[in-house]
């Protein structure tokens, strides 16, 4: 059994910081990508940012330069570091990540339960 926990979302001002993470437990023998994602009512899932096991990142264009993610590979841990936040930022956080479970030859997509972030204006 693979479990990914999210944490950090809540309610923040406009221009303010919130730092999400996710962690990962269970019988795991090796993540790869990891991410971020959110989701608004009624629309797509969409990326928002996503990091390999050694570090390279990738980020959404209406979150470059205000939004930073990062992984602890000791702890199968990302984070999300969310600057400057917009009232369009507000929606549900979702993590996801590619993980080799125990005995196991294939990677499967593993996700969160989601954890919402609001940003009034």
């Known amino acids: 059994q693979v479990q990914l926990v999210e944490s950090g979302g809540g309610l923040v001002q406009a221009g303010g910081s919130l730092r999400l993470s996710c962690a990962a437990s269970g019988s795991i023998q090796s993540i790869s990508e990891m991410g971020w994602y959110r989701q608004a009512p009624g629309k797509q899932r969409e990326l928002v940012a996503t990091?390999?096991?050694?570090?390279?990142?990738n980020y959404a264009d209406s979150v470059k330069g205000r939004f930073a993610i990062s992984r602890d590979n000791a702890k199968n841990t990302v984070y999300l570091q969310m600057n400057s936040l917009k009232p369009e930022d507000t929606t549900v956080y979702y993590c996801?990540?590619?993980?080799?479970?125990?005995?196991?030859?294939?990677?499967?997509?593993?996700w969160g339960q989601g954890t919402q972030v609001t940003v009034s204006s």
């Open positions: 990091i390999t096991f050694i570090g390279t990142t």
């Open positions: 996801e990540a590619g993980i080799l479970r125990s005995g196991r030859v294939y990677y499967q997509d593993f």
